[in-house]
């Protein structure tokens, strides 16, 4: 099974915050339930404006999701099922691969054995072997 790490990249960031920010938000709060430090929250904020997926309120001091930001996330959800979607298959894919390996394992018949020490017995070469050679007669 592969083991994936929980690395959040940029569009998984961006729907946290909007998920925060769906339900009007300070930033505090934002901060602490999208798990950001406030210098790349910040960043993330002046973005997200900019790009028209959130509003600030003054008078009330909150963050809001505009309709486009509810676009974003409703586009998110769909690609996130996909994803986990996609996982589920690579991992029963890997394991299904493991299985035939484990019926018929390598024994890198393949590889060079000159870098490699272990090669298939009938096609060992030795180095410090010279073999006479011979050009056919006719």
Do not use: W
């Not at 339900?23 to 404006?49: C, D, F, G, P, V």
């Amino acid at each position: 099974m592969i083991c994936l790490v929980n690395y959040r990249d940029r569009v998984d960031i961006i729907a946290d915050i909007l998920n925060v920010v769906s339900h009007e938000a300070k930033k505090t709060q934002i901060m602490y339930q999208a798990n950001l430090s406030y210098k790349i929250l910040q960043r993330y904020l002046n973005e997200l404006i900019e790009a028209s997926l959130i509003k600030f309120e003054t008078d009330q001091q909150l963050y809001q999701l505009t309709n486009k930001g509810q676009n974003y996330l409703d586009a998110y959800k769909e690609y996130a099922r996909y994803s986990k979607s996609m996982e589920k298959r690579l991992n029963e894919f890997t394991t299904k691969r493991k299985i035939l390996e484990e019926i018929c394992p390598s024994k890198n018949y393949f590889s060079n054995p000159l870098q490699n020490n272990t090669s298939h017995p009938k096609t060992s070469i030795n180095p410090k072997r010279r073999i006479p050679f011979e050009f056919p007669t006719q």
